[in-house]
């Protein structure tokens, strides 16, 4: 008999759910993966709470997902001894230095959009959680579902889109914080490339819109002002509070979500003193279609 110690307890919003029975630092039964993926692909995004992680069981969990974990190209911000875990701080270092990406994106996206293998799944794993003074978390991430969105578009903007791809670009200008100041040979491999305005899911086959404000910056073969007024009402459409859920941190979570069929954004409403220490992996998907 199959037996499987995955509790799936949903949000009540439009997408997310936090896994109880699943310690993330030992190895995780097949039966118990298949629950879990389940789950991810329904809910959108997963928390697991309570867990102690290493450097080592955070890949092992990762790798569950795809072999291919990405590196990021801001090396700086990577744990040294093991790239592949990108860190999210901004503490810092003996020189003044921050140890990681500071302002944690805080703009709708979806990880690595700008590449031609974009991200699978994102997985962050919390150490420090800066908290306000009277005890309540800051620096929320807040997700919206593609999925949902889609769905919901009127059937005539449906058919206007249906074919249609956009250039994603790591460097698309930003007004917020600093993200992706890249220096160099940080640049290399950034040169944008062109997905499909509409993605199918490759493990649901739902529809999802697959354009972000962070890093669309045009639709193809389509006038620059017309570009821009669909890009615009996309991402008002799709970032609605009906779409949208939140998660609030707490030290020792591991969230882990589907770059297909969500977008999200950090929200930064907390500095030094307050501290936030984050790790995260990213492992790749497929070319979107």
Known sequence: MRHSPVVVDPLPAALGAEIRGVDLSAPMPDAAFQDVEAALHKHGFLCFRNQRLDDPGQMAFSRLWGDHLEIHPILRHAKKDCPEIYILSNILDERGEPLGAVDAAQF???DLSYTHHPSRVSILHAAEVPFDANG??????????TTKAYEALPEDVKRRISGLKAMHH???????????????????????????????H??????CLYV??????????????ESDDLLAYLFDFMSQAQFR???KWAVGDVLIWDNCSSIHQGVGNYALPQRRLIYRTIVRGGVPY
């Open 108 to 110: 709708w996206h979806t």
């Open 136 to 145: 309540r978390p800051l620096g929320d991430t807040e997700f919206a579902s």
């Open 170 to 200: 790591a460097l698309k200008p930003k007004k917020q914080g600093n993200f992706m100041k890249l220096k160099g040979k940080e640049t290399a491999g950034l040169d944008g490339v062109v997905h499909p305005v509409v993605r199918t």
């Open 202 to 207: 490759p493990f649901t086959g739902k529809k």
């Open 212 to 225: 972000n404000w962070g890093f669309t910056s045009h639709v193809l073969d389509m006038p620059q002002e």
């Open 245 to 247: 859920s939140v998660h």
